[in-house]
């Protein structure tokens, strides 16, 4: 039976932490506050920013809790700006190691590109939040256990 | 005369009796679908509906009544379509002021017959397109509107005496009500002649929607301010249209959306009564927004209960006199929440279904959802297939050839008494927390409504729960669908005419009105005169609604996971 590699190995590593956030001024907060519950049912800690945060917001937030990874819910239609500015800011700050995932309202054809601006992946509607669990689990490590990264 | 054939078996005489004689013995050879029979709220249904699940108290002159009489639950018009066909009210905007015009003239053309405004997230939320927090999304998901100058041009060649506008604002409203009453000024029209719907429900936002800018108290004054000001200036306009259509976006269930919307009404009739108004001056210029569901029975059931459980309160718990204060009037649009990005051909069947539930419940105006909506705006193609659809259900399904079709159906009935039953339940437990806004402080319908949101999702992550085309019949490649992109120019353009507006205007003039504004914010006079001062010298939404806040305050959400 194959396991898929989960956070917790038996050396005790910590909890995976995950910032969960709302950019902009869009207060659809369904979604976010579905993949946030069903993140702490997984076992993961929750870091859950509210509505209306600014990229600057965010990206404090994710430094101070120190979380391993940010993902943001956007069904603005401004993800082509929000995203790109959030991993611009992380690297600024020299944080470029968290991960930054997200879902929303996203066209096809944005993909492509927030991938090539640094998103690691986004979920569409219609995604299984188990789907999602395993995808943290396979692709978020704890920071500080992945320097180089 | 022949005797009666005795080899002929006899019907049952009851439930009980069909059960043991019929029933029994069928399933046991062949057993029902091993499925959960519940509504998509989760209410359980049963096998079958017959004369006995009327308890002993039902009685059609007190349950039903006829249409257009108390209680209203077979519709509020003792003609219903037979007179006047729903008014189909597609709602639109996005990108500049100009597009939307463009969008509204077109449906105009194409036989619609009201203009329902969506504004932009940064006009929602009382921004303007030059706040920081306004980047990347103007005219995203409706249009930007900053000034006067936007709305002249949003309303250019529509002469407002001859449309029926519904505008979908909230924080803001009465901002962009003035805006919306200096366009006619400056058309000519007597505003007294105005007709039209302002959504104005702010209880939803802290509940639902989440577009704020005062705390709770403060806005529901300048709610009582507007509501004063319509019943003597603006008669014919229906100042707020209490919406349970963001409470079921937002994951409620049908029960949920319609008790919370109906306490949200309860809430604003006592403001009303606490602020002096007569409950018959402004109680019948008061309609609602619904969802409609994929669960046609349900929410028949939802809004038929509405009705009724409405002309009680308003009868009974507030003492309205006049019968058009007695009566729930509503708009409804499908569930935005229902469309599947996969496989978006398929949204069309849902809409059909959810318009259906909708006339079948007795709308008064309806917008159908397009079916590329869950993907991005929709385009024009999608959005005349979507007016269609209400067309075909008018003018050729002949549902709209006789009142209240499903009156009297034991199924209907049963579910109509649950559905009310249990959103009374929800209405005392409100009561007993203080009223909505004490239980929108504490939290409480924001709770509810994430805990059902939660479990649904979970029912259909386990497939216990079924959605066609994403976790049941769905397709390794999906076919592409053509979008409606909004570009960034309508930013860069919008900000233009922003600046142009502030530099052209005169600032004295502005200032004066301000000052007055935030005097009568201090004094307790009605707001809404010094604000159309502020909107006639071409003030913006944020800075009309900012010259509030020293004296409101602004809103900070306690999160509820």
């Not at chain 2, 049963?46 to 108390?70: C, H, I, M, N, V």
Request: negative net charge; proline residues 5%.
């Amino acid at each position: 039976m194959s396991q898929a590699a989960g956070p917790a190995g038996p050396g005790g590593e910590r909890r995976l932490r995950l910032l969960v956030g709302k950019v902009g001024l869009d207060g659809h907060d369904r979604g976010a506050k579905i993949i946030a519950r069903a993140f702490r049912d997984a076992g993961f800690e929750v870091v859950y920013t509210g509505l209306h945060q600014t990229p600057e917001q965010v990206v404090s937030t994710a430094i101070q809790e120190d979380v391993d990874a940010v993902s943001l819910s956007i069904l603005s239609g401004a993800h082509n700006y929000l995203f790109p500015r959030v991993i611009e800011l992380l690297r600024e700050r020299g944080a470029a190691d968290i991960a930054v995932f997200g879902g929303g309202i996203v066209p096809d054809e944005d993909i492509a590109g927030l991938k090539r601006s640094g998103v690691l992946e986004i979920f569409t509607p219609g995604t299984n939040t188990e789907q999602v669990i395993e995808w943290v689990k396979r692709n978020v490590r704890p920071r500080s256990l992945e320097p180089g990264r | 005369m022949s005797k009666r054939d005795e080899t002929i078996p006899a019907g049952s005489r009851s439930r009980e009796d069909w059960e043991a004689r019929t029933l029994g013995p069928t399933v046991d050879r062949t057993p029902e679908r091993p499925v959960g029979f519940t509504t998509v709220s989760d209410l359980p249904i049963a096998r079958l509906y017959s004369r006995e699940d009327r308890g002993p108290g039902w009685s059609e002159g007190t349950k039903l009544g006829y249409p257009g009489e108390f209680p209203f639950t077979r519709g509020i018009h003792p003609t219903m379509y037979r007179g006047r066909l729903w008014t189909m009210r597609q709602f639109a905007g996005f990108g500049s002021a100009e597009d939307t015009n463009a969008r509204f003239l077109y449906l105009l053309e194409h036989g619609q017959t009201g203009l329902s405004t969506a504004f932009d997230l940064p006009t929602l939320m009382g921004r303007d397109s030059d706040d920081a927090l306004a980047r990347g999304e103007v005219g995203k998901e409706g249009v930007a509107v900053d000034s006067l100058a936007d709305m002249e041009i949003l309303f250019r060649n529509i002469p407002l005496d001859r449309v029926s506008t519904s505008m979908t604002i909230n924080a803001p409203a009465a901002v962009i009500f003035c805006m919306y009453l200096a366009v006619a000024e400056k058309q000519g029209v007597p505003i007294a002649s105005l007709q039209g719907t302002l959504q104005n429900d702010i209880l939803k936002e802290y509940i639902a929607q989440k577009e704020w800018i005062y705390p709770p108290r403060p806005s529901m004054r300048i709610i009582t301010d507007l509501m004063a000001f319509c019943s003597r200036e603006v008669p014919k306009w229906n100042t707020i249209s209490i919406s349970g259509y963001h409470i079921r976006e937002a994951g409620s269930t049908a029960v949920q959306e319609l008790a919370f919307t109906l306490a949200d009404g309860m809430a604003y009739v006592q403001a009303g009564i606490d602020a002096g108004l007569a409950v018959d001056d402004f109680a019948p210029r008061l309609s609602f927004f619904f969802n409609s569901h994929n669960d046609l029975f349900e929410e028949v059931a939802k809004l038929r209960a509405a009705r009724r459980i409405w002309a009680h309160a308003m009868r009974d718990r507030f003492g309205a006199k006049n019968p058009r204060s007695w009566m729930l009037r509503f708009h409804t649009q499908t569930a935005g929440c229902s469309l599947t990005a996969q496989q978006p051909l398929n949204n069309v069947a849902r809409v059909t279904i959810q318009a259906l539930a909708a006339v079948l419940g007795g709308t008064q105006s309806l917008h159908t959802d397009s079916f590329d909506e869950a993907l991005a705006l929709p385009t024009e193609n999608a959005v005349t297939v979507a007016l269609r659809t209400q067309q075909i259900l008018a003018e050729e399904s002949g549902v709209a050839n006789t009142i209240d079709p499903l009156g009297g159906s034991y199924f209907v009935e049963a579910l109509t008494d649950r559905v009310e039953r249990d959103a009374l339940a929800y209405i005392e437990r409100i009561d007993a927390l203080g009223g909505m806004i004490a239980a929108i402080e504490r939290g409480f319908p924001q709770k509810e409504i994430a805990d059902a949101s939660y479990h649904y999702q979970r029912q259909v992550d386990r497939g216990e729960k079924t959605i066609v085309g994403v976790n049941r019949h769905a397709l390794q490649r999906e076919p592409k669908t053509e979008i409606l992109k909004i570009g960034e120019d309508v930013e860069r353009a919008q900000l233009r005419r922003l600046e142009k507006v502030k530099t052209e205007r005169d600032a004295s003039r502005l200032a004066a009105g301000r000052a007055a504004l935030r005097r009568a914010a201090e004094s307790g006079e009605n707001l809404i005169p010094p604000m159309l001062e502020c909107v006639r010298a071409y003030g913006t939404v944020q800075e009309i609604s900012e010259t509030l806040i020293p004296v409101f305050g602004t809103y900070r959400e306690v999160s509820v996971l």
